[in-house]
C-alpha cells in the first residue's frame, strides 16, 4: 500500500503501466482498476494506463457504512471525493464495487452521481456480506434478492450493473432480466 510506504509512487507506476501494456498487447478493450481505496493510489493507475495505452477506463471504489450512517473506503475516502478524483485523473467509467451488498450501491451511486451527471457508472455488487458456516463462505443474496434492487439502482443513476464476491451465472442472469 503507497500510504503505509511499502511501496512509492514510481514503483505504482512502473507495475500498473507493464500491466496495462500487456493486457492491451493481449487484446483488452478497457482496463478495470477495481476494489480501490486510496486515491492516489487510483490515481496513479489510471495515469499509468492513460499515459501508455489507448484502453478505455473504468476505475471502482469499495466503500463500508460506517456507524455515523455514511460511507467511506478503508483509507477513509467518501464516494463525492473518489468519483471527483478519478473523474478528474481521466476515468471514462467510475463506479463502485464488492462491499456489503446491493441495496447500500443504490446510496453510493446516488452520492458518486452528485459530482457527475454523464459520466457512465458501472456496480459489480457482492452478493451481500459472507458468512462463514462450515469453513466455507457462504453469501446471503440470492439471485431474486439481487435483482429486485436493480430497478432503484438505475434509478440512482447506474449503467452498468455486473456481480462482484459471491455472485453466480444465475445472478447475472437475474440482473440481465430485472434490466430487461
Ligand atoms: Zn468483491
Redesign the pocket.
Known amino acids: 500500500m503507497l500510504a503505509m510506504g511499502d511501496v512509492t509512487a514510481e514503483e505504482l507506476y512502473r507495475a500498473f503501466r507493464e500491466q496495462a501494456m500487456a493486457l492491451e498487447q493481449g487484446g483488452a478493450d478497457a482496463a478495470c482498476i477495481e476494489?480501490m481505496s486510496d486515491i492516489d493510489e487510483a490515481v496513479c493507475a489510471i495515469k499509468a494506463v492513460k499515459e501508455n495505452t489507448d484502453l478505455e477506463i473504468i476505475c471502482t471504489f469499495t466503500f463500508e457504512k460506517t456507524v455515523q450512517g455514511d460511507f467511506k473506503s478503508m483509507m477513509g475516502v467518501s464516494p463525492v471525493n473518489a468519483a471527483q478524483a478519478i473523474i478528474a485523473a481521466g476515468a471514462d467509467i467510475i463506479g463502485t464495487?464488492?462491499?456489503n451488498g446491493i441495496a447500500r450501491m443504490i446510496d453510493i451511486i446516488g452520492e458518486m452521481r452528485k459530482v457527475d451527471n454523464n459520466i457512465p457508472m458501472l456496480v459489480?455488487a457482492?452478493a451481500g456480506m459472507p458468512k462463514n458456516i462450515n469453513g466455507r463462505d457462504v453469501f446471503p443474496e440470492s439471485p431474486g434478492d439481487m435483482a429486485k434492487q436493480v430497478k432503484e439502482l438505475v434509478r440512482a443513476g447506474a449503467n452498468i450493473i455486473g456481480g462482484?464476491?459471491g455472485t453466480t451465472p444465475d445472478h447475472i442472469r437475474a440482473i440481465k432480466s430485472a434490466i430487461k
Open positions: 476494489t464495487n464488492c462491499g459489480h457482492n462482484c464476491c
